[in-house]
Every structure is written in C-alpha cells, then in structure tokens.
C-alpha cells in the first residue's frame, strides 16, 4: 500500500496556466507538508498542515494555496504558472510533534511540473 | 548564513570504503537530527535520525551528533554501489519546520 501518493506524477503546462496537485496520505498522520525541490536539488517547505490547519506558510507567492480538507489529504493549487515554478513538488506526512523529537517525515513519490 | 551547511559533493570513494559526510546548523536549539537518502528522481527516505550527543549504529550507517560544534556527520561504511545518492541533513527545532541542507552527492566506485 501506497504511504504517501500523489498525482499527477507528472505535469507539463503553459505559463500562466492554473493547476493542482493532490495529495493523499494513508498513515494516520496528523501533519502534511508540500516542499518543492528545485534543479539544484534543494529542498524547501512551503506550507505545512497540522490536522487542517495551517501552521506553516513560507514566503511563498500568493500564487500558491494548499487546501487541506481532512488530515489525509493535502492539496496544492496554484494560479497563474510562472517558468520559475518549474520543479519536483514533494507532499509529505509525519505524526506531528511529539515534545519536539521525532518529527520523521515520509515522502511522496514527487510531481515533477514542468513550464513552457 | 543557511540554517543547514552540507560539505560540497559530489563524494567519490571505492567499494568497500567509508563515506563521511558532514552537516552544520546555525539554530543552537535544534533537537532533532536526520539523514534522508534520495535516489537520482526519487522521493528523499529516512536512513537515521538522532537527537542526543555521541554515536548511533544502525547497520553499516552511523549518526555522529556533537550539539556544542553545532556537527551533525553520516558515516557509510563497507561503502555499496547501491549506497550511491544524494544525501541530505535535516534539522527540527521544537516545532513542524524540518530544515534541509542542499545536499551531497555520493559515488561508489565499483
């Protein structure tokens, strides 16, 4: 069984295009996250869902909005697609915080979007 | 300064060898330390974690944290043509942030 999925694994668009990518996680966990990983292979959060609220938000453009709508799943949806915007996008899950430790995060297999 | 440094790769070392990699923080309140794995267009994947000063053993892999230099390093050792990947350091304060180096590549020559 698949842990953490994510469709498409795969997009290709226009710029300026909307699209979104879901999220789907089956471990129970309370925390969801969306990183993007860019050509230099550097991984960054974005935001992160603590059983559908948000708790965190990095300076991420305005262009860019997660929807949690229960704690297993988290959407990603974004407006107006720049050539910048080209990258592996990761969703991933954890239990949540446990009196700081152990805050191991499983990874979904990644949506690579690709803008023209 | 970034959060997380990672020593510059790529790290080409023999089979059978021992890969060190090495990681610094600049949050001296970091609590949580990890090394994720992550094949060439593959998701990263937890290899270990460690949280208290000194050395973890966990098969050929060994976590060695000293929170005073602020040092975090990965030991592979008897070094595998599969152990060939980018890996990356993370570290977690007290809250849901895990902040990730850039990274370093490693190649096992067979």
């Known amino acids: 069984d698949t842990a953490v999925s994510q469709t498409p694994k795969y997009l290709v668009t226009q710029m300026g295009n909307d699209k979104s990518i879901k999220c789907e996680q089956n471990l129970g966990h309370d925390t969801m996250y969306w990183y993007k990983q860019d050509s230099k292979k550097f991984l960054k959060i974005m935001f992160s869902y603590n059983n559908k609220e948000l708790i965190i938000n990095e300076t991420v453009p305005n262009r860019f909005s997660p929807k949690s709508p229960d704690k297993a799943h988290l959407n990603l949806h974004i407006n107006s697609l720049e050539l910048g915007d080209s990258a592996v996008y990761f969703c991933a899950s954890s239990p949540g915080l446990a009196g700081g430790y152990y805050n191991e995060q499983f990874f979904g297999p990644g949506t690579r979007l690709t803008v023209l | 300064q970034k959060e997380v440094e990672q020593n510059s790769g790529p790290l080409s070392v023999p089979e059978g060898a021992i890969a060190s990699l090495n990681c610094t923080y600049s949050?001296?309140?970091?609590?949580?330390f990890f090394w994720y794995r992550q094949y060439s267009g593959k998701s990263p994947e937890l290899i270990m974690f460690i949280y208290s000063n000194g050395d973890k053993e966990d098969g050929r892999f060994t976590a060695q944290l000293n929170k005073a230099s602020q040092y975090v390093s990965l030991l592979i050792r008897d070094s595998q043509p599969s152990d060939s990947a980018t890996y990356l350091c993370a570290v977690n304060r007290d809250d849901y942030k895990l902040s990730f180096g850039a990274g370093t590549t490693v190649t096992v020559r067979a």
């Open positions: 949050d001296r309140g970091s609590q949580s």
